[in-house]
Nanobody
Framework: VQLQASGGGLVQTGGSLRLSCAASGNILSINDMGWHRQAPGKQRELVAVVTSGGSTNYADSVKGRFTISRDNAKKTVYLQMNSLKPEDTAVYYC???????????????WGQGTQVTVSS
């Protein structure tokens, strides 16, 4: 199983970026899918999560600016980031508990991270 994240980059304050994370492999089921971020010198924090049924939850710092969504058929989670601020600068990681056809339970998987840099 792999989670492949993409879409990061350099953007000016107020700009937008869209992150994608696609799961691949011998996948039977995917539970909640989420995005976390880690800024230099800080702990990794949860940004947003979307359940398999489509319910969403956001960190207070991104509410109203970020939108998480998923395409179950494509096994992909997205993070639309608008009105970006310099404090959003971080490496963004996707994660998801995934059950494979050969596994007995869900295991938590992480993507490789994608850098988002917001210039002031």
């Amino acid at each position: 199983v792999q989670l492949q994240a993409s879409g990061g980059g350099l953007v000016q304050t107020g700009g937008s970026l869209r992150l994608s994370c696609a799961a691949s492999g011998n996948i039977l089921s995917i539970n909640d899918m989420g995005w976390h971020r880690q800024a230099p010198g800080k702990q990794r924090e949860l940004v947003a999560v979307v359940t398999s049924g489509g319910s969403t939850n956001y960190a207070d710092s991104v509410k109203g600016r970020f939108t998480i969504s998923r395409d179950n058929a494509k096994k992909t989670v997205y993070l639309q980031m608008n009105s970006l601020k310099p404090e959003d600068t971080a490496v963004y990681y996707c994660n998801a508990p995934i059950k494979t056809y050969s596994g007995a339970s869900f295991n938590n998987y992480w993507g490789q991270g994608t850098q988002v840099t917001v210039s002031s």
